[in-house]
């Protein structure tokens, strides 16, 4: 079965501090594995995305890590500011379909306190 | 202009009403998806269309009707829903290709409440 799991569910820390979150899969065949950024109510925006062959991908202060051989990948979050409170979802795409199914984890909810 | 439009933003309907939501997307994409989501739940894809046909029916209840009249408008009709019914739900549009890391941009989403 096709699974994305996240870890922690939930994490409080204090702004300026850093962050890792972390997303293991068992997806298959993989395509590619994207991370999103979800503020309450509102739609996810994406933040990465990386296919088999990348390692490592930044998007201003996110850098998200993909092994794909361990089947896991992390987001790290820098110098973490309040605007960075809400959900943050690792989504696999499964597959040669060109419409692209995503199997989405259950979110990690990042609160940044001052 | 990469954003994906819904409307409205907000729905309160009867068990017995019929209402429609609505998504628009004017970045050429030929995929359009509806997903419902729960609160502190992921979204859970509904339906996909590519080139305007329904490739994809997630075994979702009758009582929700997609339409994709053209390539930039997306449609759900609403119609006998449940309470159980009432989540956020979202519309999102990708490329379709052989590059399998096109994005799909999502909308804001139209929150739904079934009474």
């Known amino acids: 079965k096709n699974q994305v799991e996240q870890s922690p569910q939930s994490l409080i820390i204090l702004e300026g501090k850093n962050c890792t979150l972390q997303?293991?899969?068992?997806?298959?065949?993989?395509?590619?594995l994207r991370w999103y950024k979800q503020d309450t109510g509102r739609g996810p925006v994406s933040l990465t995305i990386?296919?088999?062959?990348?390692n490592t991908k930044s998007n201003g202060r996110y850098t998200a890590t993909l092994d794909a051989d361990t089947k896991q990948s992390s987001l790290h979050i820098t110098a973490s500011q309040l605007s960075d409170s809400a959900s943050y979802i690792c989504?696999?795409?499964?597959?040669?379909?060109?419409?692209?199914?995503?199997?989405f984890g259950q979110g990690t909810t990042l609160q940044v306190k001052p | 202009d990469t954003e994906v439009t819904q409307t409205p933003k907000h729905l309160v309907m009867g068990m017995t009403n019929k209402k429609s939501l609505k998504c628009e997307q004017h970045?050429?994409?030929?995929?359009m998806y509806w997903y419902k989501q729960k609160a502190k739940k992921p979204p859970e894809l509904m339906f996909v269309?590519?080139?305007?046909?329904?490739?994809i029916n997630e075994s979702v209840p009758s009582r929700f009707s997609p339409e994709c009249p053209n390539s930039s408008l997306l449609n759900l009709h609403l119609h006998a829903l449940q309470p159980e019914d009432s989540a956020l739900y979202l519309c999102?549009?990708?490329?379709?290709?052989?590059?399998?890391?096109?994005?799909?941009?999502f909308g804001p989403g139209t929150r739904l409440t079934v009474t």
């Open positions: 999102a549009s990708s490329q379709v290709g052989r590059d399998r890391t096109y994005e799909q941009y």
């Open positions: 997303c293991n899969y068992t997806v298959s065949p993989f395509s590619n």
């Open positions: 990386m296919t088999f062959s990348e």
């Open positions: 989504v696999v795409r499964v597959g040669s379909s060109n419409t692209g199914k995503l199997i």
């Open positions: 970045m050429g994409h030929r995929a």
């Open positions: 269309y590519s080139y305007e046909k329904l490739s």
